[in-house]
């Protein structure tokens, strides 16, 4: 390290916010590794236990063709909807779940679904939790920033605030019913 960097460094705030605010979103927060704070075990940011899935986070579900991706996303949606541990994975309170799909279509996931359904053996409360909870997105024409503008964006904002009464899981399966 340069002897200007070092001297601008040690002169530095331990806590610096870098940029501006652009839009809705915050300045970046810099810290020295040494002063970074432990998280609290009871961190309200906590979604998934032991900070797994923190708000504002994100899971990505990697692996070969094949083996299961698809359907363990759903069970682990489900089960965390409705406030169930999933592979030994506790969520904080049942979560809103968003699930969009570009690799199935609407009988792939009906059948992963029901498979999963008929597993967890889930209560009239949990069922009326996941039908407030998980909604469906199937989109395979948007990607990259399109897909974030058009797409999730919007979808966020509608959800986020979606009053708990309305029905949207019932549409899911309606081609695909006897």
Same mark, same amino acid.
Request: aromatic share 4%; charged share 30%.
């Given at each position: 390290? /340069?002897?200007?960097? !070092?001297?601008?460094? /040690?002169?530095?705030?331990?806590?610096?916010?870098?940029?501006?605010?652009?839009?809705?979103?915050?300045? !970046?927060?810099?810290?020295?590794? &040494?002063?970074?704070?432990?998280?609290?075990?009871?961190?309200?940011n906590t979604l998934l236990e032991n900070r797994f899935l923190c708000r504002g986070g994100g899971l990505l579900f990697?692996? /070969?063709?094949?083996?299961?991706? /698809?359907?363990?996303?759903?069970?682990?949606?489900?089960?965390?909807?409705?406030?169930?541990t999933c592979f030994g994975i506790s969520p904080a309170k049942p979560l809103k779940i968003l699930y969009i799909q570009?690799?199935?279509?609407?009988?792939?996931?009906?059948?992963?679904?029901?498979? *999963? &359904?008929?597993?967890?053996?889930?209560?009239?409360?949990?069922?009326?939790?996941?039908?407030?909870?998980?909604?469906?997105?199937?989109?395979?024409?948007? *990607?990259? !920033?399109? &897909?974030?503008?058009?797409?999730?964006?919007? &979808?966020?904002?509608?959800?986020?605030?979606?009053?708990?009464?309305?029905?949207?899981?019932?549409?899911?399966?309606?081609?695909?019913?006897?």
């Open positions: 390290m /340069s002897a200007e960097v !070092a001297t601008a460094w /040690s002169e530095t705030p331990h806590f610096q916010v870098v940029g501006g605010s652009v839009g809705d979103k915050p300045p !970046a927060l810099v810290r020295p590794l &040494l002063e970074l704070e432990s998280a609290k075990i009871d961190d309200e990697v692996g /070969s063709t094949g083996v299961g991706k /698809s359907t363990a996303t759903i069970q682990m949606g489900i089960s965390w909807a409705v406030g169930r570009a690799a199935n279509d609407e009988g792939d996931l009906c059948e992963m679904r029901d498979g *999963v &359904l008929e597993y967890l053996d889930l209560k009239p409360s949990e069922r009326d939790e996941l039908e407030r909870n998980f909604i469906c997105v199937f989109e395979s024409s948007r *990607v990259g !920033a399109e &897909l974030i503008t058009h797409t999730l964006e919007p &979808l966020l904002r509608e959800h986020a605030t979606r009053p708990h009464h309305s029905r949207p899981g019932a549409q899911l399966c309606r081609r695909r019913r006897k």
